[in-house]
Each structure stands twice: as structure tokens, then as C-alpha cells.
């Protein structure tokens, strides 16, 4: 089992940038894909960017490409997910998600975080 703590959430303005970190514990984390999933008020959980256990594959929705990059550093046992250009549509609850396989949209990872807000101001 692994237990996963988002953190870095927070109030941006448009056009900004913030950093989200997911500390996990309890397995090892390199034998985990880890990601990162969002949801808006009133919307569905919706998949954001995954990254395999290596580090050496990532994945991104369209709606961040170019704009959230994923990145891992698996001996702090922590994934990031670095986000610029921040919209007011990004506004939603961050949550960081495991999986032994590697997982982008449609697929419903085992492990979550509780979430961090994140809330983006025009």
C-alpha cells in the first residue's frame, strides 16, 4: 500500500506558475506510474498527466500540454507536477494518483491523495 500527501496548492493569478508535490510512503514509489487528476466544482475528475516508474515516459491531457509539465525524483520518493501559465479554467482540486501500471485518461488509478486546491484569479 502506498499512502500519497499533495501539497503546493494555492491562490495564482492568470498567467502564473505553482508547483505541486506528491510525498508518498509506504512502498517504494519507483514501483508505482504516478499522476496527477483534477476536478472543477460541478465536473467530473478529469486525468491531467502521468509519468511511468522510471521517469522515462510521461503523458499529458491536451488541455495542459505546453503548459504542466510532469517530473519525478524517485530517491525523495516525490512526483511534481510544475504548472505555468495557469488559467482560470485550471481552477480545481489537484489529487495525485499511483498505479503499478502506467495510466492516462479512462484508466482509474488504486491510489489517491486527498487533493490540494488549486484556484486560479482572472
Known amino acids: 500500500q502506498v499512502q500519497l500527501v499533495e501539497s503546493g496548492g494555492g491562490l495564482v493569478q492568470a498567467g502564473g506558475s505553482l508547483r505541486l508535490s506528491c510525498a508518498a510512503s509506504?512502498?517504494?514509489?519507483?514501483?508505482?506510474?504516478m499522476g496527477w487528476f483534477r476536478q472543477a466544482p460541478g465536473k467530473e475528475r478529469e486525468f491531467v498527466a502521468a509519468?511511468?516508474?522510471?521517469?522515462?515516459?510521461?503523458y499529458a491531457a491536451d488541455s495542459v500540454k505546453g503548459r504542466f509539465t510532469i517530473s519525478r525524483d524517485n530517491a525523495k520518493n516525490t512526483v511534481y507536477l510544475q504548472m505555468n501559465s495557469l488559467k482560470p479554467e485550471d481552477t480545481a482540486v489537484y489529487y495525485c494518483?499511483?498505479?503499478?501500471?502506467?495510466?492516462?485518461?479512462?484508466?482509474?488509478?488504486?491510489?489517491w491523495g486527498q487533493g490540494t486546491q488549486v484556484t486560479v484569479s482572472s
Open positions: 494518483a499511483a498505479d503499478p501500471r502506467f495510466f492516462t485518461i479512462g484508466t482509474i488509478p488504486n491510489h
Open positions: 509506504g512502498r517504494t514509489v519507483s514501483m508505482y506510474s
Open positions: 509519468i511511468s516508474r522510471s521517469g522515462a515516459s510521461t
